[in-house]
């Protein structure tokens, strides 16, 4: 497929008015960037109709896949109904109304109260005031202290690349007073002699000791990611989760899980903390709960924080003037009926998400490039190694997976890579046979590499 400009054309406008996100602006520029014009499911096709397996469901958001008809067709009813309001001057609408009636329909019975954002960062720049405002609140302004982990990944506005762990984020002017880090929970990484469940206690616990350093009277809440994102899909050991938790109620720490990945169906279940099996106290949304189709993300708050805060709170002083958007909740209302009535995250559960988790560990598991796999649902990470058995990672890992990403494109699927990792989350509706060509060309994606740098 082709459209009127050529390719050449774009890519002159774009370098004339763009910097993109997380690259050298001026490698990029030199080199042209892909012009994407057209999805279906699975796939996307460029300016000169090349056709690429999005094997990242664009930024793990299109969770149902390009080309949904339902979704296009209830953004267009709004538009002509109502295309604008705000909840400002003692306002609301219909369509908010009803997305948080069948948003709080899914989420576990704990939580009550949903402030609507426009992304994942704006939930996480919310969060820190929320949370700053419930101690405020019940007359402990001293607990501000957010403590978040190495790595960890949380947004790109400032208050968000503070609370992540991403030191060269930081050091572009990325961080604000009163936020501290502890290690992820990196077990190939970092496990020393320790097994994973051992591993998994001593990575918990040292938020304790955090906690005891700073002063518990002066931590506010720990945020993290149930499995680490953009950080390289890092999923903890099973003894992790829990003492996290055990260790956030018994100091007063208010437990904050960014499921802006993880949520609606990633993991098989409807949020990632359920498969983790803990208990947040509140919950950042975004990329899935409109399947990327419109900008849309929300902070959701349990009932005790709720409570407070409308009770004895007063003045909430916060908006957005697109908070709660009419257009994007008719969108998210759309998404959530068709991954619930069409049974999107079940399969993910019983069918999909097995299948391409076997696939991935029977065809990779002897890889010469891969040292680990990880992953559940539609989410998963191979973790590139020098030596499997010792776990001895490559000294150029990043160059590595950075040119099996490359290649990647070359053979029509786009996977990413980050920190010697290489990784997917394909779109939650994937058939078999789509697994099946995500698979084969990420094969032959790994096989070329290895080739290259002379392990196979």
């Known amino acids: 497929m082709t459209t009127s400009r050529e390719t050449r054309d774009y890519q002159a406008a774009d370098a004339a008015h763009h910097i993109h996100a997380f690259v050298d602006q001026k490698a990029l520029n030199d080199e042209g960037p892909r012009v994407m014009v057209r999805g279906d499911r699975l796939h996307l096709w460029d300016n000169d109709g090349r056709r690429y397996l999005d094997g990242m469901s664009g930024l793990w958001c299109t969770n149902l896949g390009y080309g949904r008809k339902d979704l296009n067709a209830a953004a267009s009813r709004q538009l002509e109904q109502l295309p604008y309001y705000n909840m400002f001057f003692h306002t609301t609408h ?12 899914l989420l576990p019975g704990h939580y009550s109260h949903a402030i609507y954002t426009n992304s994942g960062s704006e939930a996480n720049e919310v969060l820190i005031r929320t949370v700053r405002r419930y101690w405020q609140v019940l007359g402990k302004p001293e607990k501000k202290i ?29 961080m604000i007073p009163d936020i501290a880090h502890i290690d992820e929970p990196y077990f190939f990484a970092h496990e020393g002699n320790l097994t994973p469940a051992e591993f998994g206690l001593r990575a918990a616990q040292q938020l304790e000791s955090k906690i005891l350093e700073l002063g518990a009277d002066k931590v506010a809440g720990f ?40 949520g609606f169906g990633r993991t098989g279940e409807w949020f990632a903390h359920e498969y983790f099996g803990f208990e947040p106290d509140t919950l950042s949304i975004a990329k899935g709960l409109t399947s990327g189709y419109i900008p849309m993300g929300g902070l959701i708050l349990s009932k005790n924080m709720a409570d407070v805060l409308v009770e004895q709170g007063g003045v909430f002083a916060h908006g957005l003037t697109y908070s709660g958007h009419p257009v994007a909740a008719a969108v998210a ?28 560990r029977e065809v990779f598991g002897n890889h010469p490039l891969v040292g680990d796999i990880q992953g559940t649902g539609m989410v998963a990470a191979l973790q590139l190694a020098e030596d499997k058995a010792t776990r001895k990672r490559f000294a150029n890992e990043n160059d590595i997976a950075w040119r099996c990403r490359t290649i990647g494109f070359e053979e029509g699927v786009i996977i990413r890579s980050t920190l010697g990792r290489m990784i997917m989350a394909p779109a939650l509706i994937a058939s078999r046979e789509e697994i099946d060509e995500l698979v084969g060309k990420t094969l032959k994606a790994l096989d070329r590499t290895a080739q290259e740098y002379g392990r196979l």
Request: some cysteine; aromatic content about 10%; charged content about 20%.
């Open 333 to 360: 209302i759309a998404n959530l009926k068709a991954l619930r009535d069409e049974g999107v995250v079940t399969r993910v559960k019983d069918d999909i998400g097995p299948y391409l988790q076997q696939c991935l």
């Open 223 to 262: 945020i993290a990611e149930p499995f680490q994102g953009a950080g390289g899909m890092i999923f903890p050991p099973e003894s992790y989760w829990p003492e996290i938790q055990r260790i956030c109620r018994k100091y007063d720490v208010l437990l904050c899980a960014d499921e802006v990945i993880g």
């Open 94 to 105: 219909p369509q908010v109304i009803e997305l948080s009636e069948l948003l709080f329909s």
């Open 146 to 174: 957010m403590i978040g982990r190495w790595n960890g990944y949380h947004g790109s506005t400032l208050a968000a690349t503070a609370l992540g762990g991403m030191k060269f984020m930081h050091e572009m002017g990325g």
